[in-house]
C-alpha cells in the first residue's frame, strides 16, 4: 500500500512570522520554499498584483483567478496562494490494476446482447437450415478459471434454429469467447417464441428470450385497390397485381383465386394464378376489374388467393363507388 504523504502551504501571520497550514488530499513529498516575512508598509490595496494572500491588506485574499493575480475581497472556498503551492515529487506507485469482471477463483461466463430479442416477422414455412438471422449471441468467460465444456440449447427447434454455433463442447479460458448465431424460421402464420440456454457444469444457466411471428408466404404487390368511379353498366379495370410465393418455402398447391364480400358480384377477375402452384420465389398475376349494376357509393369486395393453408393466403380488399 503506498502511504499518503500531508502537505502544507506557507502563510504569513500578521506579525510577519511563517506558518504552516496542512491541505488535506494532497499525495506526495513536499518541498518549502522559506519566504521572507513582509512588513505592513508593504502590504497591497485591492486590485493590485499579488503572489500571495500575505502580501494584502487585511480583508482582503490574494484572487488567483484572475490574470495577473490581485488582492480582492476576502472570499470562501479561495484556492491555495500563488507562491504557496507544494512542490510533489512525481515518484508515486501507479495504483493496482483492476481486478477482471469475473471471480478470479472460478468461471464467470456472460453472454451478450440483451436478454430479449425481436427476430421480427418471417414467412411461415422456410425450410430448414433457411431460417432468416435474428440475433448472434457472444458468451465469454470473465472468470480466473478455464470453464467446462458448454451446452446450448433451444427449446423450440421448430420454430428456431441454430444457424451457426461454436459455443456447444467449447471450453473457455480466462477472457475467451465463443459464438451463437440464431434464425427464425416460423412454420405457421403465428407468434414465435424460444428461449436459448447456455450451460456449464459450475456455473448457472444463461438464457435468452427470442420473439417473432410468422406471415403467410404468399404476398401481393398491391395491398388494396379503390377503383375510380364508375357507370352503371360500364367496366373498370384495376392494376395488375403481382403475387409471389416467398423464397425458401415449400412450392404452393394449386391456388384458388374467389371474389368474396357483399358487393363481390360487382367485381370480375382474370387471373394466371388459378389452379397454378407456385414455386418458391415464383410469381402469378392477377386483374380484378369493378362492374357496377347499380347506383352507390362504397362497394366492397375482397379477392382472396390461397392454396387452401394460412401459410400460402392473401386478401385485397377492393371499393368502388358505381354512379
Known sequence: MTSRAKAAYLHHNDAGAVMMAPVRGIIGVIIVFSAGACGSSDLKGEGQECFGSSEC????????????????????????????????????????????DGDPGAVSLAITPTPNQDC??????????????????????TGGLTSAALGVALNDAVNFELAADNCTGATLATDATC????GHRPQAVAATNGTLTVSEASSADLTRTLSGSGISALS???????????LVGNTTAGPLMTLTNAA?????????????????????VVSTC?????????TCTVTVSFV?????????????????????????PLTGNGI
Open 57 to 100: 491588506v487585511a480583508g482582503l485574499t490574494c484572487d488567483l483567478g484572475q490574470s495577473p493575480s490581485v488582492c480582492a475581497p476576502n472570499q470562501s472556498n479561495q484556492p491555495p496562494d500563488a507562491g504557496d503551492v507544494p512542490v510533489i515529487d512525481a515518484d508515486i506507485p501507479d495504483a493496482e490494476p483492476p481486478l477482471p
Open 120 to 141: 421480427g416477422t418471417d414467412p411461415a414455412g422456410l425450410l430448414a437450415g433457411q431460417g432468416s438471422a435474428c440475433a448472434t449471441y457472444t458468451v465469454t468467460n
Open 179 to 182: 459464438t451463437i448465431d440464431i
Open 220 to 230: 401481393s404487390d398491391t395491398l388494396t385497390v379503390d377503383f375510380a368511379d364508375t
Open 248 to 268: 425458401n418455402t415449400p412450392t404452393t398447391g394449386a391456388l384458388t383465386v374467389t371474389l368474396n364480400g357483399v358487393d363481390a358480384g360487382e367485381f370480375s
Open 274 to 282: 388459378a389452379a397454378a402452384t407456385v414455386a418458391a420465389a415464383a
Open 292 to 316: 357496377p349494376t347499380t347506383v352507390a357509393a362504397g362497394k366492397t369486395a375482397t379477392a382472396d388467393i390461397t392454396d387452401g393453408t394460412a401459410n400460402k393466403t392473401v386478401s385485397i
